[in-house]
């Protein structure tokens, strides 16, 4: 949260108006708010497919109208893709820079689920969460209550 607040300040101020034409100058914000998506996955699980020849996914056959329901959350917590998948870790999608995405960790974080069902809202989920992080963390700080364990 410190470091997303520091960069937010650097950018914009601790008064400035925040808009998307912002987010590239704020690489540690939008890492975070993908690392967030990946641990935090509200939909561990996609819609329904059917595959329409017989196909085969790393060896295993897969005939023609079986249906298919991707794990999404299996995709976001693999070990070959993401390491230490049970740390909080934005850095995992920035280069050794801190500033250029990380494409091969980026196309794995699926949150949105994927191919032709994913969700049409993304575009406009993605600005509201950017948006709405930025302006909340510019202002204020967010602590744990006092004296109360976190569940």
Request: net charge neutral.
């Amino acid at each position: 949260q410190d470091r997303i607040r520091d960069e937010i300040h650097s950018v914009i101020g601790r008064e400035g108006e925040i808009s998307m034409a912002d987010r590239p100058r704020m690489p540690f914000t939008s890492a975070s708010i993908t690392e967030l998506q990946r641990v935090a996955n509200i939909l561990p699980l996609n819609v329904i497919h059917r595959t329409t020849v017989d196909t085969q996914v790393s060896g295993q056959a897969i005939p023609e109208n079986t249906l298919i329901l991707a794990q999404i959350s299996n995709v976001m917590k693999n070990s070959s893709v993401f390491d230490r998948t049970d740390e909080f870790r934005p850095e995992r999608f920035l280069l050794a820079d801190g500033k250029t995405p990380n494409k091969r960790t980026l196309e794995h974080a699926v949150p949105f689920s994927m191919g032709k069902r994913q969700c049409a809202g993304e575009g406009s989920a993605r600005m509201e969460l950017f948006l709405s992080l930025v302006m909340i963390l510019q202002k204020y700080r967010i602590l744990p209550p006092k004296d109360t364990p976190l569940d």
